[in-house]
């Protein structure tokens, strides 16, 4: 219900107050349509203020226009990662410009004496919001990562569900909390809009464009003198504007702090035929591996049976490497008794794979922290790192016939009547239904 009415109902309240409250303030008090300035009451603080403040407001304005304009040509651009942290980044640092030069307005609207005489309470609810507004937005850059890609994505439809007339609050409704009440203060502030000097948006001087120049020549000296120290004061005023612009477009780009990558990534230097070339091969060798990777996972689950084998390949003293039903290593050799002895090869300390080479006391060693493990048993040296044994695994033997003529659970006993003799072109499987120890 709470999402319906902030999300659905307050949007059309508002939007349908801002039409109706501004076409009504226009027509009754054309007058008060323009913001009064109060720069001839106090100038130095709206220096300050005023100029970061619209700088930085306007650009993330155009950001969100753009966003919700185009939203798929928006998110196809931020899709490439050194672009999104450009645009994160330069978010970022134009909320704090944005935010530094609210603060300073509010402050000026509250400490000086001649403003307090001309500021309603609206006034003050409207810098309240606008602050709000902006510290919300620097919150969810902060906290919500790549909230400009996925804002582009669901924001943007519901912003255009609700001005087509078709409203889909089931888009945001599962927002953070931050974002959602970006949105609400976004709708307030469009409801005050009507009410307070925000109006004055709509006061576009176009016609100053065709305006002819007009030319003030003082004929009084005294005029003439103070006019000239005037034109000195504006100039120097306009050379510290200018300066003022560059320094806050050179902080804006500082704070990108991915600029650098998006440039590269853009306008860089491309890569060479050779380099392409060796790029293009070590991509097709990870996709080969990973192909060999999927195939042996899908043999295994496939099958309950996987060959290691014939029993004359394996050696008592040097094993066999092979991938268990786990996909993890494991060694195969032949025991005292002549038949298959298969047990983990993946150390019991910290995972590394232990060698193949059995040493004169029937160990094996794990070469990352020096464990050996004996084969028979699988149980390690009392002083090693590891202190689990290496588990053994299952297996079953097959004639030249295909039949299962033995088998071993791990350590227990071996079923069968064949004999060693008969067993020359028999082949070993690990099995997936006899389990390991």
């Known amino acids: 219900m709470i999402d319906l009415l902030l999300l659905i109902v ?3 309240v508002a939007l349908a107050v801002c039409v109706a409250g501004t076409i009504y303030r226009i027509k009754k008090n ?15 603080g709206l220096m300050w203020g005023s100029l970061p403040w619209h700088i930085g407001i306007s650009v993330i304005i155009l950001g969100h226009l753009a966003a919700l304009v185009a939203p798929q040509p928006f998110q196809q651009m931020l899709s490439y990662y050194p672009v999104l942290m450009g645009v994160e980044s ?33 006034d003050l609810l409207v810098l309240a919001l606008l602050l709000l507004q902006v510290g919300l937005g620097l919150g969810i850059a902060m906290h919500h990562r790549w909230g400009a890609l996925w804002g582009a994505g669901l924001a943007s439809p519901y912003i255009l569900s609700i001005l087509t007339f078709r409203p889909d609050a089931a888009m945001v409704q599962d927002f953070p909390h931050l974002l959602k009440a970006h949105i609400v203060g ?8 009507p009410f307070s000097r925000l109006i004055h948006i709509f006061a576009l001087p176009i016609h100053y464009l065709s305006r002819p120049p007009i030319n003030v020549v003082w004929n009084n000296a005294r005029r003439k003198e103070s006019n ?24 804006m ?16 230097p491309r890569l060479s035929k050779h380099q392409e070339t060796e790029l293009m091969e070590a991509k097709l060798e990870r996709l080969e591996a990973t192909t060999a990777q999927r195939k042996l996972e899908l043999e295994r689950q496939k099958n309950d049976y996987i060959l290691i084998g014939t029993l004359d390949e394996l050696s008592p003293t040097s094993g066999k490497y092979f991938i268990d039903y786990e996909m993890r290593p494991a060694i195969a050799f032949k025991g005292a008794d002549g038949l298959p002895l298969l047990i983990s090869a993946k150390c019991t300390h910290l995972g590394c794979t232990v060698g193949n080479e059995m040493n004169a006391e029937g160990k094996i060693l794990c070469p990352c922290h020096i464990s050996f493990f004996d084969v028979k048993t699988g149980e390690p040296n009392a002083d090693s790192p590891a202190k689990a044994p290496l588990p ?44 390991q120890a």
Not at 30 to 44: A, C, H, I, M, V
Not at 253 to 268: P, Y
């Open 10 to 12: 307050l949007p059309y």
């Open 30 to 44: 054309s007058l008060s349509y323009s913001s009064l300035s109060s720069q001839f009451l106090e100038s130095r």
């Open 90 to 122: 330069v978010g970022i640092g134009l909320s704090l410009i944005c935010l530094a030069g609210i603060l300073i307005l509010t402050v000026r609207r509250i400490t000086s004496s001649k403003l307090q005489a001309v500021t309603s309470a609206t």
């Open 186 to 193: 976004a709708w307030l502030l469009i409801l005050l809009i």
């Open 228 to 251: 000239e120290e005037t034109f000195v004061k504006e100039e120097a005023r306009r050379h510290f504007l200018r300066g003022g612009i560059g320094v806050a477009f050179g902080v």
């Open 253 to 268: 780009l500082l704070s990108a702090g991915a600029f650098d990558k998006v440039f590269r990534f853009f306008f860089g």
């Open 392 to 435: 053994h695994l299952s297996w079953v033997i097959r004639d030249k016939e295909g039949e299962i003529v033995l088998r071993r659970n791990a350590q227990g006993p071996t079923i069968g009547n064949a004999s060693l003799p008969d067993l020359k072109e028999a082949k070993v499987y690990i099995s997936k239904s006899e389990g």
